[in-house]
Each structure stands twice: as structure tokens, then as C-alpha cells.
């Protein structure tokens, strides 16, 4: 089965901290995606990771970073957290070139105050 | 340009009802692919179904089932007889074929609750 885990479940942070979520995966998959969830707004892409040390902005990149050192791992970063980053995030993987579904992990719901 | 409109918001019915989740969606590629996720309450997306854009047969799983009509760009949800466990967020998700970025394109969800 494949696992996506996500470092925390929830996670509460001052404004102006540095936020890392960290995401990993254990299928060797190629494709890594991060995503927030807002109510009435679904979800929305704000980076994805198609091989290590490749990234490519998504719809709302604007305030985060990510990271891909090694393939099983994608690091999410709020540079400076502010409390509109308020928010449920999703990671997801899938292998490159499979049209098959994304896996996605437990989300973190973080909380800037 | 890639859209997915989810025009409910919210569903609420009563156990054993059934009840059909709206999805259209807006592509100018001829290849694609289609899905269902469910995301309880636990927050994690679960997988349901997919559907590639040559396939427009109906599935049926157990009380789901699925009706994907090309010329109405739909790809409708239905549980039958729900339960109360059926409660939950529905995201249905388009993927072009090309582009090879895998990005999925998502509606903004229908909450659906189903009291006993």
C-alpha cells in the first residue's frame, strides 16, 4: 500500500515564524504535489516536484518555498508565516506518467496567530 | 483552460435517500481523465473512482455509481440508499493527458451530510 505521511497533524505558529511541513512518500514516486484547503475555495496547487531538486510553481505560490533533496521527501516553507496562511495543506504523490490517482496524506492543519 | 464546477456546496438528506453530487467540467483537450475523491471528516482524501475521456460506460460500485456524459461535460455521483458514514467532502478532479505534469484541476467540493 502506498503511505504519504505528513509530519504533523496540526501545527500552531506565531506571524513572522519560518513554518517547514515535510511531507514523504515510500513508492518511489516521482511526482509530489502540496496543496491548501480553504472552505468554499476546494483545493488549490502551490507547488509540485517532478524529480529531485525540480519544482514548478503552482496556482498560489506566492509566501512558500518547498525543498526536494531525495525523492521520498518534499518540504513545504513559510518563509514568514502570516494568518492568512491559515489553512488545512495536502500533499499528494503519483508516479510520472501515470494517469492514475494522486495519494495523498493525512493533511496539517496549521494555525498562524 | 481547465475548470470544475461542483455547483453544491452543501447536500443534506436523510438516511437511506439517495443522492446525486453534480460535476461539469471544461476542457479543449480531447484526452483526459476524470475522478472522484471522498475526504471524511479524518481530512484524508480517499480515492473513489476514475475515468478516462474514451470511457463514457456507467460504473457501479456497490451504492455508487457514476454517469459521465461527454456531451454534457458532466461526470455525475450518485450514492444510493446513503448511510450515515457516506457523510463527508466530495472533490470531484479533472486531469489532462497532455502536459505529463500529472497536476490534477479540482472543484471546490460538496459537502455532503446524511443524518440518521
Known amino acids: 500500500d502506498v503511505k504519504v505521511t505528513q509530519s504533523s497533524r496540526y501545527l500552531v505558529k506565531r506571524t513572522g515564524e519560518k513554518v517547514f511541513l515535510e511531507c514523504v512518500q515510500d513508492m518511489d514516486h516521482e511526482n509530489m504535489f502540496w496543496y491548501r484547503q480553504d472552505p468554499g475555495l476546494g483545493l488549490r496547487l502551490i507547488y509540485f516536484?517532478?524529480?529531485?531538486?525540480?519544482?514548478e510553481k503552482g496556482d498560489i505560490p506566492e509566501g512558500y518555498s518547498v525543498s526536494r533533496e531525495k525523492k521520498e521527501r518534499f518540504s513545504l516553507i513559510l518563509e514568514s508565516a502570516s494568518t492568512n496562511q491559515t489553512s488545512m495543506y495536502l500533499c499528494?504523490?503519483?508516479?510520472?506518467?501515470?494517469?492514475?490517482?494522486?495519494?495523498f496524506g493525512p493533511g496539517t492543519r496549521l494555525t498562524v496567530t | 483552460a481547465q475548470k470544475v464546477t461542483q455547483a453544491q456546496t452543501e447536500i443534506s438528506v436523510v438516511e437511506k435517500e439517495d443522492v446525486t453530487l453534480d460535476c461539469v467540467y471544461e476542457t479543449r483537450d480531447t484526452t483526459y481523465y476524470l475522478f472522484w475523491y471522498k475526504q471524511p471528516p479524518s481530512g484524508e482524501l480517499v480515492f473513489l473512482i476514475r475515468r478516462n475521456s474514451f470511457d463514457e460506460q456507467n460504473e457501479i460500485s456497490g451504492r455508487y455509481s457514476w454517469n459521465f456524459q461527454k456531451s454534457t461535460s458532466s461526470f455525475n455521483f450518485t450514492i444510493t440508499a446513503s448511510q450515515v458514514v457516506d457523510s463527508a467532502v466530495y472533490f470531484c478532479?479533472?486531469?489532462?493527458?497532455?502536459?505529463?505534469?500529472?497536476?490534477?484541476?479540482f472543484g471546490k467540493g460538496t459537502k455532503l451530510t446524511v443524518n440518521p
Open positions: 499528494a504523490s503519483i508516479f510520472q506518467g501515470h494517469s492514475y490517482e494522486q495519494y
Open positions: 478532479a479533472l486531469r489532462p493527458l497532455q502536459g505529463g505534469s500529472e497536476k490534477l484541476v
Open positions: 516536484s517532478y524529480d529531485v531538486k525540480m519544482k
